[in-house]
Protein backbone atom coordinates (compact mmCIF):
# COMPACT_ATOMS: atom_id res chain seq x y z
CA UNK A 1 0.00 0.00 0.00
CA UNK A 2 1.38 3.15 -0.76
CA UNK A 3 1.07 6.51 1.26
CA UNK A 4 -0.99 9.42 -0.05
CA UNK A 5 1.42 12.45 -0.78
CA UNK A 6 0.08 14.86 1.84
CA UNK A 7 1.66 18.58 2.44
CA UNK A 8 1.14 20.52 5.81
CA UNK A 9 -2.00 22.95 5.70
CA UNK A 10 0.76 25.19 7.75
CA UNK A 11 2.83 25.36 4.79
CA UNK A 12 -0.29 26.64 2.66
CA UNK A 13 -1.50 28.79 5.02
CA UNK A 14 2.22 30.46 5.02
CA UNK A 15 2.44 30.19 1.63
CA UNK A 16 -1.04 31.25 0.37
CA UNK A 17 -2.09 33.17 3.28
CA UNK A 18 -1.37 36.72 1.33
CA UNK A 19 -2.90 35.72 -1.32
CA UNK A 20 -6.76 36.95 -0.16
CA UNK A 21 -8.17 39.22 -2.20
CA UNK A 22 -9.82 39.09 -5.68
CA UNK A 23 -8.61 38.09 -8.29
CA UNK A 24 -6.22 35.65 -7.05
CA UNK A 25 -8.10 34.00 -4.14
CA UNK A 26 -11.29 33.48 -6.51
CA UNK A 27 -9.10 31.78 -8.89
CA UNK A 28 -7.41 29.65 -5.59
CA UNK A 29 -10.98 28.81 -4.76
CA UNK A 30 -11.90 27.28 -8.53
CA UNK A 31 -8.91 25.58 -8.39
CA UNK A 32 -10.60 23.88 -4.88
CA UNK A 33 -8.33 25.71 -2.21
CA UNK A 34 -10.72 28.04 0.09
CA UNK A 35 -8.30 30.43 2.09
CA UNK A 36 -11.12 30.75 4.59
CA UNK A 37 -11.50 27.54 5.49
CA UNK A 38 -7.91 25.28 5.64
CA UNK A 39 -7.44 22.35 6.60
CA UNK A 40 -4.80 20.35 8.30
CA UNK A 41 -3.38 18.74 5.14
CA UNK A 42 -4.06 18.50 1.36
CA UNK A 43 -3.18 16.43 -1.31
CA UNK A 44 0.52 17.17 -2.73
CA UNK A 45 -1.20 17.26 -6.36
CA UNK A 46 -3.71 20.25 -5.44
CA UNK A 47 -0.56 22.02 -4.19
CA UNK A 48 1.12 22.17 -8.27
CA UNK A 49 -1.82 23.36 -9.59
CA UNK A 50 -2.51 26.28 -6.42
CA UNK A 51 1.14 27.31 -7.17
CA UNK A 52 0.13 27.25 -10.60
CA UNK A 53 -2.13 30.08 -10.02
CA UNK A 54 -0.10 32.06 -7.60
CA UNK A 55 3.35 32.38 -9.34
CA UNK A 56 0.79 33.40 -12.96
CA UNK A 57 -1.22 35.82 -11.11
CA UNK A 58 1.89 37.10 -9.44
CA UNK A 59 4.33 37.19 -12.24
CA UNK A 60 1.74 37.42 -15.42
CA UNK A 61 4.44 38.17 -17.92
CA UNK A 62 6.49 35.01 -17.11
CA UNK A 63 6.69 32.29 -18.75
CA UNK A 64 5.21 29.55 -16.30
CA UNK A 65 8.66 27.93 -14.83
CA UNK A 66 10.56 31.24 -14.45
CA UNK A 67 6.72 32.50 -12.60
CA UNK A 68 7.30 29.55 -10.08
CA UNK A 69 11.15 30.20 -9.54
CA UNK A 70 10.27 33.67 -8.52
CA UNK A 71 7.84 32.76 -6.12
CA UNK A 72 9.61 30.18 -4.39
CA UNK A 73 12.62 32.65 -3.66
CA UNK A 74 10.20 35.50 -3.34
CA UNK A 75 8.71 33.26 -0.40
CA UNK A 76 11.56 32.20 1.55
CA UNK A 77 14.02 35.35 0.60
CA UNK A 78 13.82 36.83 4.21
CA UNK A 79 13.62 33.61 6.27
CA UNK A 80 16.82 32.56 6.92
CA UNK A 81 19.15 36.48 6.62
CA UNK A 82 22.32 36.75 8.70
CA UNK A 83 23.03 32.79 8.48
CA UNK A 84 26.26 31.57 7.34
CA UNK A 85 25.90 29.24 4.18
CA UNK A 86 26.56 26.34 6.07
CA UNK A 87 23.82 27.09 8.90
CA UNK A 88 20.80 27.54 6.13
CA UNK A 89 22.41 24.17 4.20
CA UNK A 90 22.51 22.42 7.64
CA UNK A 91 19.15 22.89 8.49
CA UNK A 92 17.38 22.79 5.12
CA UNK A 93 15.96 18.74 5.08
CA UNK A 94 14.81 19.22 8.74
CA UNK A 95 12.97 22.29 7.55
CA UNK A 96 11.59 21.12 4.07
CA UNK A 97 10.15 17.78 5.19
CA UNK A 98 7.81 19.48 7.80
CA UNK A 99 6.26 20.78 4.34
CA UNK A 100 5.15 17.33 3.31
CA UNK A 101 5.28 13.37 4.47
CA UNK A 102 6.83 12.95 1.03
CA UNK A 103 9.81 14.61 1.30
CA UNK A 104 13.15 13.30 1.29
CA UNK A 105 15.77 15.49 0.95
CA UNK A 106 19.44 15.54 1.29
CA UNK A 107 22.40 17.55 1.57
CA UNK A 108 25.85 16.96 0.84
CA UNK A 109 28.85 19.55 1.68
CA UNK A 110 32.00 19.52 -0.72
CA UNK A 111 34.17 21.46 0.86
CA UNK A 112 33.96 25.63 1.91
CA UNK A 113 30.72 26.81 0.08
CA UNK A 114 30.00 23.93 -2.56
CA UNK A 115 26.65 21.77 -1.50
CA UNK A 116 24.47 19.18 -3.57
CA UNK A 117 21.06 19.61 -2.28
CA UNK A 118 18.96 15.73 -3.78
CA UNK A 119 15.23 15.79 -3.64
CA UNK A 120 13.85 12.49 -4.12
CA UNK A 121 10.38 14.36 -4.83
CA UNK A 122 10.09 17.83 -5.76
CA UNK A 123 5.72 17.17 -6.87
CA UNK A 124 6.78 18.38 -10.39
CA UNK A 125 7.83 22.05 -8.63
CA UNK A 126 11.82 22.14 -9.85
CA UNK A 127 11.79 25.54 -10.42
CA UNK A 128 9.72 26.20 -7.13
CA UNK A 129 12.57 24.61 -5.35
CA UNK A 130 15.12 26.14 -7.34
CA UNK A 131 13.89 29.50 -6.56
CA UNK A 132 13.30 28.42 -3.10
CA UNK A 133 17.25 27.62 -3.37
CA UNK A 134 18.24 30.74 -4.70
CA UNK A 135 15.98 32.46 -2.13
CA UNK A 136 17.97 31.26 1.18
CA UNK A 137 20.93 31.19 0.08
CA UNK A 138 20.98 34.75 -1.29
CA UNK A 139 20.07 35.68 1.82
CA UNK A 140 23.60 34.09 3.51
CA UNK A 141 26.79 35.73 4.35
CA UNK A 142 28.49 33.99 1.41
CA UNK A 143 28.52 35.76 -1.65
CA UNK A 144 27.51 35.56 -4.65
CA UNK A 145 26.18 32.33 -5.17
CA UNK A 146 25.09 29.74 -7.84
CA UNK A 147 22.31 27.60 -7.53
CA UNK A 148 22.15 24.90 -10.56
CA UNK A 149 19.35 22.38 -10.99
CA UNK A 150 19.23 18.94 -12.84
CA UNK A 151 16.65 16.06 -12.67
CA UNK A 152 16.82 13.07 -10.73
CA UNK A 153 15.07 9.61 -11.36
CA UNK A 154 11.23 10.45 -12.07
CA UNK A 155 10.05 12.79 -9.85
CA UNK A 156 13.43 14.04 -8.10
CA UNK A 157 16.21 17.02 -8.74
CA UNK A 158 19.72 17.65 -7.54
CA UNK A 159 20.69 21.18 -6.58
CA UNK A 160 23.83 22.52 -6.75
CA UNK A 161 25.10 25.31 -4.98
CA UNK A 162 28.33 27.05 -4.52
CA UNK A 163 30.38 30.07 -4.49
CA UNK A 164 30.83 31.84 -7.90
Known amino acids: MQLERRVSGRFVEWLFGSARGEPVSSRLRDAGLD ?4 SPDYPAESVHAWLSVLSSSLHPGAAPA ?12 KV ?7 Q ?8 L ?3 GNFFDVSVRSY ?17 FFLGVLQGVTSATSTQPLEVVWSP ?7 YEVHAR
Open 35 to 38: LEAL
Open 66 to 77: EALRRLGFDAVR
Open 80 to 86: RQGETLE
Open 88 to 95: VMTALPEK
Open 97 to 99: ERL
Open 111 to 127: GDFRYVAHFDDVNFLPT
Open 152 to 158: SGLSGAR
